[in-house]
């Protein structure tokens, strides 16, 4: 590796964009769980199981290469981010893989009763899984208490009104993006019904970005300095006006599918496929938005307030023996994850799908 590329820059960029794709990949199917407390029926809720069943497992690939990558790249962030936030992790962990047994079980169940419990699983292990992400995330960015390079705060540090707030943001983000798959990939009635949930699911959305960004910057200084000062202003003025213009495309592409949906002759199938993707994009455009806009309100920071991502790295020799082993390794995850996608695109119909 030429001594001129900053290791501990690849890394730290490499590392946040299997974050992202986590969110924004497992965070679709995680919301379609969080909308059956709102689905009903049988059918409706088999034909949303199935548009997610090919590619779910596949999804959740990208926490492991996260949370995995973190501990030997990042050690001393690994070691102080645990401590601090050991209780919404384990039970973050115990809902994904309750909700994992819940999707499966759900198909085998012998009675309507039954299949009425596994259901719950599946919406019970969803929402807490999102609601812990968003607890972890708040309890990080608000700060963590750090003296000799070990965790110095206390057992209930990481619950706060901000991370709460942060958990209940990404419940509401996760249903909206669980909705807006369910309109790109179903037609007829659960379409029309996850069209109709989509449009608070936004409204909330909308107002928790809002919300969460009018409150960061009082968390730490370095926010602060990073949204008001001159010049780091100019890189973030774009982020709030293109988040405006991906709410404004978000809600006109919903008003134009419920338009569409009422018109005779039917759509092209080319433009049904645009116009009922169209939701979807939006709401990742946001995730990517509110992405941009936490890197820049942390960078270089890995655990704020002090610890930076240089402090937190490991040796060199490290790094680029891992990076050895990433440069094969990724390249394979995105391969199956398109794969994946690619085999299993269309819509999902009644009847038809995975058992």
Known sequence: MPDWLDLTVVWALLLATAVFLYVVLDGFDLGVGILFAAIRGRSERDVAVNSVAPVWDGNETWLVLGGVGLMPVFPLAYATILPALYMP?????????????????????????????WDRGFWWGSTAA?????????ALVQGIAVEEGAYAGGWWDWLTPFSVLVGVALVA????????????????????????????????TVGFIVLVSLVMPFL???????????????LAAPVPLLVALLVWWLFRSLASIER???????????????????????????????????????WPLIVPPEITIWDAAAPRATQVFLLVGAVVLIPMILAYNAYAYWLFRGKVREGVGYH
Not at 173 to 202: D, I, S
Not at 228 to 233: E, L, T
């Open 89 to 117: 992790v384990i039970v973050m962990l115990l809902a994904l893989v309750f909700r994992g047994v819940a999707f499966e079980m759900r198909f085998k169940a012998d009675s309507d009763e039954a299949r009425l419990w």
């Open 260 to 298: 569409d949906a009422a018109a005779r002759p039917p759509a092209p199938p080319r433009q049904v496929i645009w116009r009922d993707g169209a939701p979807f994009l939006a709401a990742l455009g946001l995730f990517l938005l509110s992405y941009v806009g936490l890197g820049i309100s942390m």
């Open 130 to 138: 999102a609601f812990c992400q968003g607890i972890t995330l708040g």
């Open 220 to 234: 730490q200084p370095a926010f602060r300095a990073r949204w008001f000062d001159f010049p780091a202003i100019l």
């Open 173 to 204: 983000g996760y249903g909206l993006l669980g909705a807006c798959w369910l309109v790109l990939k179903t037609e007829g009635a659960v379409q029309a019904h996850a069209l109709r949930l989509a449009w608070p699911l936004a409204l909330a």
